[in-house]
């Protein structure tokens, strides 16, 4: 169930919301009684990559990979750009 809450309780009690975040539960923020962004856990990237996997993997590129091989892994994870420049 996502819980509503409002931009000063988001900053007054972010511990809080950490917390909730962490054992599941996703939030609606409003603003001026208006929803203005979502706050949900990060489990899994869109691919079902876990958050242990992506680590892994984003570790093996070590700091001695290029640009491009870089570049290459985090494509396969997510996928390419979709962006036009």
Same mark, same amino acid.
């Given at each position: =169930?996502?819980?509503? +809450? $409002?931009?000063?309780?988001?900053?007054?009690?972010? *511990? !809080?919301? =950490?917390? #909730?975040?962490?054992?599941? /539960?996703?939030?609606? +923020? $409003?603003?001026?009684?208006?929803?203005?962004?979502?706050?949900?856990?990060?489990?899994?990237?869109?691919?079902?990559?876990?958050?242990?996997?992506?680590? *892994? %993997?984003? #570790? %093996? +590129? !070590? %700091? $001695?990979? $290029?640009? #491009?091989e870089?570049r *290459?892994? +985090?494509? *396969?994870i997510?996928? /390419?750009?979709?962006?036009?420049d």
């Open positions: =169930m996502t819980r509503k +809450i $409002t931009q000063a309780e988001l900053r007054n009690g972010s *511990a !809080g919301v =950490m917390d #909730a975040l962490e054992a599941g /539960e996703d939030f609606v +923020i $409003t603003r001026n009684g208006r929803p203005v962004g979502e706050l949900r856990p990060v489990s899994s990237s869109p691919d079902g990559v876990s958050v242990d996997e992506l680590k *892994a %993997r984003l #570790a %093996r +590129i !070590g %700091r $001695t990979a $290029t640009g #491009a870089e *290459a892994e +985090i494509d *396969a997510f996928g /390419e750009d979709r962006f036009d």
